[in-house]
């Protein structure tokens, strides 16, 4: 089945993890892609590159567009959704905010400039990003917008505070993806009616990308995990779904599990076993 043959797809953090995923199974259903992200060739320490998911997107036969931008720069990211349309040849139908920066600290001694980075990325670009997309996706009379979210966006509960694996050091993280969730049921509210849907999607537990395993892969247990292909399902769902399922915030395993979906491969082919 390929159900987005035709439409024009944006993912942003593509060069790895959920975004390279992501674009995967959006090519693999038929959608022309653009990715976009910092990594073109080689990271300095992670595994992943634009070049890389561009090869694994090409064996599906749709068109791809490899987009280079630093989100933390606003002058960088200015022209992403253009430049990413001209790529593809067409405006942007679907656009996944997944890009994301994530740095673990205390709170109490969170540097500024890493406090910077993270709402550069974790806010301002994915919002910078619909605003661009919307124009065409509003003469269209349809669009989908979706913004990858994280559970450490809710308040833990205390006191007294419960022990984890990260500590408060995910408070900034959180925040910034707090305000995400919050951006996203707004614009939702302002552009209801028009066929735009703006929608959250968060992983129930931790999916093992890349980042990660650096970040927390010494920490989690197989009880705390969830697969990769099970946060793509739910996510491309929300790239297809009806007009009236918007403005929400949507956890992975309980939105497959509400919408009766199987978790495909991240090709398509077939059910994962």
Not at 48 to 65: D, E, H, K, M, R
Not at 136 to 154: F, H, Q, R, Y
Not at 197 to 213: F, H, I, Y
Request: aromatic share 4%; net charge negative; hydrophobic share 45%.
């Amino acid at each position: 089945m390929r159900r987005f043959g035709g439409r024009r797809a944006l993912v942003t953090g593509a060069s790895r993890g959920i975004g390279a995923a992501v674009a995967e199974r959006l090519a693999a259903e038929g959608a022309a892609v653009a990715i976009v992200a910092r990594t073109v060739d080689r990271h300095a320490t992670l595994e992943g590159s634009l070049n890389q998911t561009a090869a694994t997107l090409a064996t599906y036969g749709t068109t791809v567009a490899v987009v280079a931008a630093d989100l933390t720069d606003p002058e960088s990211r200015s022209d992403v959704v253009a430049r990413s349309s001209e790529a593809l040849g067409g405006p942007i139908d679907i656009l996944v905010n997944n890009a994301a920066a994530a740095m673990y600290a205390p709170i109490a001694t969170y540097p500024e400039k890493r406090r910077r980075i993270t709402f550069e990325v974790n806010l301002h670009a994915p919002f910078e990003l619909a605003q661009q997309a919307l124009p065409d996706m509003l003469a269209a009379g349809e669009g989908w917008i979706v913004n990858v979210s994280s559970a450490t966006a809710k308040h833990e509960t205390g006191p007294p505070f419960r022990p984890s694996i990260t500590g408060a050091s995910t408070g900034m993280y959180g925040a910034s993806k707090a305000a995400l969730n919050r951006l996203t049921n707004a614009l939702a509210h302002d552009v209801y009616g028009t066929g735009v849907r703006v929608n959250t999607v968060e992983p129930r537990a931790a999916v093992m990308s890349e980042g990660a395993l650096a970040l927390i892969g010494d920490k989690v247990t197989d009880d705390m995990i969830e697969s990769m292909e099970a946060m793509v399902e739910a996510t491309v769902a929300l790239c297809c779904c009806p007009a009236d399922r918007t403005g929400k915030v949507h956890v992975s395993l309980d939105l497959n599990a509400e919408l009766g979906l199987t978790v495909m491969k991240l090709d398509a082919s077939g059910p994962v076993s």
